[in-house]
T-cell receptor
Framework: GQSLEQPSEVTAVEGAIVQINCTYQ??????LSWYQQHDGGAPTFLSY????GLEETGRFSSFLSRSDSYGYLLLQELQMKDSASYFC?????????????FGKGTRLHILP | EAGVAQSPRYKIIEKRQSVAFWCNPI?????LYWYQQILGQGPKLLIQ????????DSQLPKDRFSAERLKGVDSTLKIQPAKLEDSAVYLC?????????????FGSGTQLSVL
């Protein structure tokens, strides 16, 4: 079966760095995505890693290790507006079509 | 570019009533998804369309849920009759590729409360 594990909550201080981990078990694997969702809002795409290594986009970076079935999202210079839920997601192969399966999400609390 | 449009934004109904949600994806996006998101959980895929054909509906409770995608563009999701456990946010999303999905674009969702 397919499973994604991520911590339910993480707390960090404004201006600091925080890492949100995600481990996955899938029968097939194409890559790891991250989405951000503010309360009452829609999930928005942050990043996608198809290959091992670190992808950087401004204050956010995402890392993937396929051999460890592990990835993380790194948020630097935390701002209060980064308080949100973060979901890792993996596509699950289905015949020749893929669909994205989401983890349960990590709620990020930022303290002033 | 215009995003994914959904309506209504909120809906309150009593159990055993019917309800319908509408979604207009981003222009040109062939793949459309309906997700159910219960408070505190990640989105759960209900149904995926490729153009106007169903790719996957394995997690759609077909005894009460139905969905269609007219002419490969707009889509409606219907619940009849609703149960208390259907209270959730229903998210519509679209993407531009079907084979290798890299990015989904989500609408703002419809928050359904079943009383």
């Amino acid at each position: 079966g397919q499973s994604l594990e991520q911590p339910s909550e993480v707390t960090a201080v404004e201006g600091a760095i925080v890492q949100i981990n995600c481990t996955y078990q899938t029968s097939g694997f194409y890559g790891l995505s991250w989405y951000q969702q503010h309360d009452g809002g829609a999930p928005t795409f942050l990043s996608y890693n198809a290959l091992d290594g670190l992808e950087e986009t401004g204050r956010f970076s995402s890392f993937l290790s396929r051999s460890d079935s592990y990835g993380y999202l790194l948020l630097q210079e935390l701002q209060m507006k980064d308080s949100a839920s973060y979901f890792c997601a993996v596509p699950r192969p289905l015949n020749r079509d893929d669909k994205i399966i989401f983890g349960k999400g990590t709620r990020l609390h930022i303290l002033p | 570019e215009a995003g994914v449009a959904q309506s209504p934004r909120y809906k309150i109904i009593e159990k055993r009533q019917s309800v319908a949600f509408w979604c207009n994806p981003i222009s040109g996006h062939a793949t459309l998804y309906w997700y159910q998101q219960i408070l505190g959980q990640g989105p759960k895929l209900l149904i995926q369309f490729q153009n106007n054909g169903v790719v996957d509906d394995s997690q759609l409770p077909k005894d009460r849920f139905s969905a269609e995608r007219l002419k490969g563009v707009d889509s409606t999701l219907k619940i009849q009759p609703a149960k208390l456990e259907d209270s959730a946010v229903y998210l519509c999303a679209s993407s531009s590729t079907a084979g290798r999905i890299e990015k989904l674009f989500f609408g703002s969702g419809t928050q359904l409360s079943v009383l």
